[in-house]
C-alpha cells in the first residue's frame, strides 16, 4: 500500500508524503529566485529547483537495535576502556633499562621509576601520593618507614639528611626517584618492600594534591620536581583537600592504585681491608732499639762466640 499525499506552499514547492510498508519518504522542491545586487537591477544568477527527498524506516526493533547517535565526543573517545595499570621499577644508574640486580649496599643510591601504562587513555601524568618501606610485602606490616606522605612530600631528607629526591620529569606517565638505601634498626632482615599508591591526572596542573616535592638541605626548603615550589608549602604542615575545591577540578583525576616493589637486598657497606703499616712511633722505637747500647753488646758477643766457634774448628781439622 502507498499513500501519496501532495500540497502546494505558499512558495509555489510542491511536498508530498508517501508511505510504504518499510519507509516513510518525505518529498520537496526547494525553489531558488535571485533578487537584485544591492541598489541595481541586475542578477548574476539563475532561478533553480532542487528535489529533496527523505526516507525514514517506519519499524526499528527498540529493544535491542535501538538508533545510535553517530557523534561521539572526542574526549569520550579517547576515554579509558580498561583499567590503568601502575607499576615500580628499580633503573640502572643512566635511567636507560631495568636494573637486572636487586642487592645494594648502604651508601648506594636507588633509581626507582613509577609509571603509568596508558594505552588509548588521554594523556596521563602520573603522581606518587605516598609510599612506604617494610620488611613484607604488607603496607600495614611493623616495623614501617613512611617516606612519602602528604600526596607527594618526599620526607626520607627531611628527616634523615639524605640525598633522596624527585628528579625533574622527562615524560608525563614517569616519575623518577632516587632513595639513599637503608635497613631498618636492630633487624638482622636485609630485604625491605616499597610500596607505593600513585595517582594519575590528565592536567599538568600541580596543586596541593597533586604534586612531587622534594626537601633541599643545601636551601633549607621544599622544591618541586615540576618547577612550581609553592604547591610544597604544605609539607611541613598538612596537604589536605583545599578549600573551595570544585567538584570539576577533582574530576581531573583519571585513576589511583598501588604498587609494589620488592624484594630488595640492602647489605651492609663493604669495607677495604686495612694494609699494615708501621707507625712513625713504631718505627721510631726500632730505630732507638737498634742503636741502643744494650743491642751494640749483645752484637759484639755474639761475633766473638761465633770467632771462637771456628778456631776451635780449624784446630781440631790441622790435628787430623
Known amino acids: 500500500m502507498i499513500r501519496d499525499i501532495r500540497w502546494r506552499a505558499g512558495s509555489g514547492a510542491i511536498n508530498s508524503i508517501q508511505m ?8 520537496f522542491d526547494l525553489n531558488y529566485q535571485p533578487k537584485a545586487l544591492g541598489a541595481t537591477p541586475i542578477v548574476r544568477t539563475n532561478e533553480a529547483v532542487v528535489g529533496i527527498q527523505c526516507h525514514y524506516m517506519r519499524l526499528h526493533n527498540v529493544s535491542s537495535n535501538a538508533l545510535q547517535p553517530t557523534w561521539i565526543p ?8 580498561d583499567l590503568l595499570v601502575f607499576s615500580l621499577r628499580l633503573m640502572t644508574d643512566d635511567w636507560q633499562a ?14 626507582i621509576e613509577a ?58 606517565d614517569k616519575l623518577k626517584i632516587q ?21 594519575a591526572t590528565a592536567s599538568a596542573t600541580t596543586d596541593s594534591q ?48 598501588d604498587a609494589t616493589l620488592g624484594p630488595i637486598i640492602v647489605q651492609a657497606a663493604q669495607e677495604a681491608e686495612p694494609e699494615f703499616q708501621i707507625s712513625p712511633l713504631e718505627a721510631k722505637e726500632h730505630k732507638a732499639a737498634a742503636s741502643s747500647p744494650e743491642v751494640v753488646v749483645l752484637a759484639g758477643v755474639v761475633a766473638v762466640g761465633g770467632l771462637v766457634c771456628v778456631t776451635v774448628l780449624l784446630a781440631i781439622l790441622l790435628r787430623k
Open 98 to 111: 631495568e636494573r637486572t640486580s636487586n642487592v645494594f649496599f648502604l651508601g648506594d643510591m636507588m633509581n
Open 210 to 257: 597533586y604534586k612531587a616535592c622534594s626537601f633541599s638541605a643545601a636551601a633549607n626548603r621544599w622544591m618541586a620536581a615540576g618547577g612550581n615550589d609553592q604547591v610544597c608549602g604544605c609539607c611541613d604542615a598538612s596537604c589536605g583537600l583545599r578549600k573551595g575545591r570544585s567538584v570539576e577540578a577533582g574530576a581531573e583525576l583519571q585513576g589511583e592504585g
Open 115 to 172: 609509571s603509568v601504562v596508558q594505552a588509548n587513555h588521554v594523556p596521563l601524568h602520573v603522581f606518587v601520593d605516598s609510599c612506604v618501606a617494610t620488611l613484607v610485602p604488607d603496607l600495614n606490616a611493623v616495623p614501617r618507614y613512611a617516606f612519602i606522605e602528604n600526596h607527594g612530600c618526599l620526607m626520607d631528607a627531611k628527616l634523615t639528611g639524605s640525598r633522596s629526591k624527585f628528579l625533574p620529569r622527562a615524560q608525563d
Open 20 to 27: 510504504t510498508e518499510g519507509y516513510l519518504i518525505y518529498a
Open 74 to 81: 572526542y574526549r569520550s573517545t579517547m576515554s579509558a576502556e
Open 179 to 199: 632513595l639513599d638505601a637503608f635497613r631498618f634498626f636492630q633487624d638482622s632482615r636485609s630485604s625491605i618492600y616499597i610500596i607505593c599508591h600513585l595517582k
